[in-house]
């Protein structure tokens, strides 16, 4: 696992504070509701700053930020250089 993947599952898991929940790069969020269609504007905020990218709105579904893994798979696929 990279540090950035640890990093957004630490950042997740403060977002959603559920202190016992354990994740990993493959735990289905969106799918399984631990994080809602309100918070994905703010994990993808946090995804920009970890891949220093900017993801274009339109570009991504939910079901591209179901796992921490698919997060930055779609960064890598979607996301342009930040200048």
Excluded: C, H, W
Aim: glycine share 4%; net charge positive.
């Amino acid at each position: 696992m990279t540090e950035e993947a640890k990093q957004m599952i630490d950042y997740i898991l403060r977002r959603i504070r559920k202190p016992a929940l354990v994740i990993d790069e493959n735990t289905p969020l969106v799918s399984s509701g631990l994080v809602d269609s309100m918070a994905l504007g703010e994990v993808v905020l946090e995804l920009e700053d970890l891949t220093n990218t900017r993801i274009p709105p339109g570009a991504v579904k939910p079901k591209d930020l179901d796992t921490v893994a698919k997060m930055f798979a779609t960064a890598q696929r979607v996301g342009k250089p930040r200048k």
